[in-house]
């Protein structure tokens, strides 16, 4: 087997090359505007799941078993609700110490076609990439926890480039999204639990409530304003660079991780394996 790290890159160029390739490409076509993004997804997540596919097949010779279909539709439901709740919940604590109001709403059908095939596209994208491949690879190399602080830092630094990001906002992604999602992969050993949760999340604060998503301002069913310290309403970045968004994900995370830990998915680094045998 090769090295962790080698197999780390191979995979993402499996993945990134023909994804950004077939995107330019989307991105170069004549088409409108208002269906673009839903063509990039269609286009896109078949395209991030046959490479990922045959990377399994062709490099560790194996299937792919973090996207089997058995059991995706009950573990994706469960991470869309999830999701949804755990932001609803966040825009309810910072409604209620006022960081939080909704000032309006959009016309539901420009918005929504848009909306969703953003949040499934990133969603999937990031899944594969931070879970499916550096995650699963790393807890391979370094056991559970390295793995966990490895993804979870690396999700962080991932979204420094985004509008409105400074330190702190890189820190809260990785302490909230960075180890829920790795703990929601954890618990399933599959994809469809995160990739469900970190799209539902996404839908919700930019497609429901409009509210800037890590830094990005897109248009909802509602239009939403944030009003205080940015350390507690997040600020123009948006909720996810909130205390209260790191106090709730964290907890959820935390409770996946307990739930992973029982199941037998918490796996010490090779090093100790042998003692624990």
Sequence with gaps: MLFPLTRI???????LVPAIA??????????????RMPVMALVAIPTIYFALRAYARVVERRGLHELAPAGALRQLAGGLALGAVLFAAVAGVLSALGAFKIAGGSPAATVLPNLIAMAALSSFSEEVLIRGIIFRISEEALGSWLAL??????????HIGNPH???WSAAAIAIEAGILLAAAY????SLWL??????????TEAGVFGAATSGNELPGLLRSTTHG???LSGGAFGAEASVVAVAVCLMAGIA???????????????????AHA
């Design 149 to 158: 602080l490895v993804s979870a830092a690396l999700f962080g630094l991932g």
């Design 229 to 231: 310290p940015e350390w």
């Design 9 to 15: 890159v191979i995979a993402a160029a499996f993945v």
């Design 186 to 189: 954890m618990v399933t050993k």
């Design 165 to 167: 990001a400074n330190l």
């Design 194 to 203: 995160p990739i469900g949760l970190h799209a539902a999340w996404n839908f």
């Design 256 to 274: 996946l991780i307990v739930a992973a830990a029982h199941r037998g998915h918490v796996f010490p680094p090779p090093w100790r394996r042998g």
């Design 22 to 35: 077939l995107q330019a490409l989307a991105r170069a076509l004549p088409i409108p505007k208002p269906v």
